[in-house]
Nanobody
Framework: QVQLVESGGGLVQPGGSLRLSCAASGRSFSTYAMGWFRQAPGKEREFVGA????????VYADSVMGRFTISKDNAKNTVYLQMNSLKPEDTANYYCAASTVRIGVPMRQFEYAYWGQGTQVTVSS
């Protein structure tokens, strides 16, 4: 089993920034990629971005490209989501997830076996 714990959510004004963290524990060595998803009220959960533990570059959804950045600290088994230039439409519950997919960067929910509990991000003035 892999446990994921997100932190860093909160209330921020439009144009502001937040950094989310996701710490993995347990059998995290069995995972190959980490992803971020979000779910707004009344909407389906959607892909935000993902990165493989073995690589430097991440993949992003078009809606966050250029504003969000994923980074990681392999030694700490922690992945970060830096969110800049936040917009009201970024308001959602943000989830990190761990994938055991061995090839490529998984972008679909079913490719992720482990999920965190989520952290709320609210962008409002």
């Amino acid at each position: 089993q892999v446990q994921l714990v997100e932190s860093g959510g909160g209330l921020v004004q439009p144009g502001g920034s937040l950094r989310l963290s996701c710490a993995a524990s347990g059998r995290s060595f069995s995972t190959y990629a980490m992803g971020w998803f979000r779910q707004a009220p009344g909407k389906e959960r959607e892909f935000v971005g993902a990165i493989r533990w073995s690589e430097i570059s991440a993949v992003y959804a078009d809606s966050v490209m250029g504003r969000f950045t994923i980074s990681k600290d392999n030694a700490k088994n922690t992945v970060y989501l830096q969110m800049n230039s936040l917009k009201p439409e970024d308001t959602a519950n943000y989830y990190c997830a761990a994938s055991t997919v061995r090839i490529g960067v998984p972008m679909r929910q079913f490719e992720y076996a482990y999920w965190g509990q989520g952290t709320q991000v609210t962008v409002s003035s």
